[in-house]
Structures are given as C-alpha cells and as structure tokens.
C-alpha cells in the first residue's frame, strides 16, 4: 500500500466518524434543542455545611435545606444572590446535624427558561470564637410548577 492511498483512508475512516457525529448532534438539537433538562440539579456548598434538599419553582420560590455537619455555630447569615442579594438570617445556636431554621430556606428569585442557577454565602460564629467564617455554595435547579 502506498503512503497516498494509507493517508487519504485514514483521513475518511476520520471524515465518516465525524459526518456522524454531527449527525446525530443534528437530530439531537432537532428533537430536544439541547433542553436543559438532560443536565443534573445539583446543590453544593463548603463544609461545615452540606445542602439537602433544593427546589426552584415557577413562580420564583427557591426552597433549599442546609444542614450544619460540624460543632455548633451561631450567628448565622445567609444571602442568595439574585438579581438582588436576598438574605435570610437565623438566631440562636444551630447545633451540629440541625437544619437552619430546622425547616426549608424560602428565597423570592424571578426564574426564567427552564432552570435556574445561582450562588450563596453563608456567614457564621463557631460558638465560643470571635471571627466569623463564609461557606460558599451553588445551586442549579429545573424549574417545577
């Protein structure tokens, strides 16, 4: 076999696999226009904190449950930033395994599309120190009726 005849073969074994490739990416975006639906909720933020449950609603209700993992904390501040910053603020000690407000966190954000994305901070006082420390998280979520 001659070097011409092996180059010009490789390059369309190539050629056929991305021919492909865009043709299923076609009938793909065709069908669905890539909705956002095929990509994950998810809800993260940094110890000592973890997210348990998330929601983001039609009508603009973001509804999310942080749990403390770590000793007791007090002071603690939460803001989620929208087009403007929204905060929640809950007193008293939050004791390691309780949830903040020991219910769901209820944010007002206006939605739009079908999913919605954006981040949080919250600010807190380990019981019995000085300093405050930030947890900074995200959440995407598919937007429910």
């Known amino acids: 076999m001659k070097k ?4 010009l073969e490789f390059l369309m074994t190539y050629g056929w696999m991305l021919l492909v490739l865009v043709a299923i990416i076609s009938v793909m975006w065709y069908f669905t226009g890539f909705n956002v639906k095929f990509f994950p909720s998810t809800c993260t933020v940094e110890p000592p904190f973890s ?12 509804t999310f ?4 993992t770590i000793g007791d904390v007090t002071d603690v501040n939460m803001t989620l930033y929208c087009e403007q910053p929204r905060s929640f603020v809950q007193t008293g000690v939050l004791s390691n395994q309780d949830f903040i407000n020991e219910t769901l966190v ?4 206006p939605v739009t599309g079908s999913q919605f994305k954006t981040s949080f901070d919250i600010i807190y006082r380990n019981v019995g120190e000085g300093p ?6 995200t959440i995407r979520a598919h937007i429910e009726p």
């Open 106 to 109: 209820h944010f007002s954000c």
């Open 51 to 62: 997210c348990l449950e998330y929601k983001a609603q039609e009508d603009g209700i973001i």
């Open 65 to 68: 449950g942080i749990q403390n």
């Open 4 to 7: 011409g005849q092996a180059a």
């Open 132 to 137: 405050t420390h930030t947890a900074s998280g």
